[in-house]
C-alpha cells in the first residue's frame, strides 16, 4: 500500500498516510481543517533509505546540495537514482531490513 505525504494549504500542517485506495485519502487538515494537497508518492522502504523525491519545488542539483538522493520509480519496482549519492538502482524486492 503506498503512503502518500500531505501539506495543509492553510497552515502548512505535514501529515503521512497509508492510502487504501483513492476514496481513503484524506482531504482535510486535522489542525485547521484546511485542505490538504498530497505532495509525493515515495514508497516507505525508500523513505527509510534516506530517499526523497519531489517533482516541482527543487532541481536536481538542490536535491544533491542538500545531502538528499531523488530516485525516479522507473515502473518495474525500482528507482533509479537522480541526483544525490546513494546506490544508482534501488530495487523494491532487494530493500535491505
Ligand atoms: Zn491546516
Given at each position: 500500500?503506498?503512503?502518500f505525504e500531505y501539506r495543509c494549504?492553510?497552515?502548512g500542517e505535514m501529515l503521512e498516510a497509508?492510502?487504501?485506495g483513492a476514496d481513503a485519502e484524506p482531504v482535510l487538515c486535522q489542525v485547521c481543517g484546511g485542505k490538504l494537497a498530497r505532495l509525493v508518492s515515495v514508497p516507505a522502504d525508500l523513505?527509510?533509505?534516506g530517499g526523497f523525491f519531489h517533482k516541482e519545488k527543487f532541481s536536481d542539483a538542490e536535491i544533491a546540495s542538500k545531502g538528499l538522493t531523488?530516485?525516479?520509480?522507473r515502473g518495474d519496482g525500482t528507482y533509479e537514482k537522480?541526483?544525490?549519492s546513494g546506490p544508482s538502482i534501488i530495487d523494491r524486492d532487494?530493500?535491505?531490513g
Open positions: 500500500m503506498p503512503i494549504e492553510d497552515c497509508l492510502v487504501r523513505k527509510r533509505l531523488k530516485y525516479v520509480n537522480a541526483a544525490g532487494k530493500l535491505p
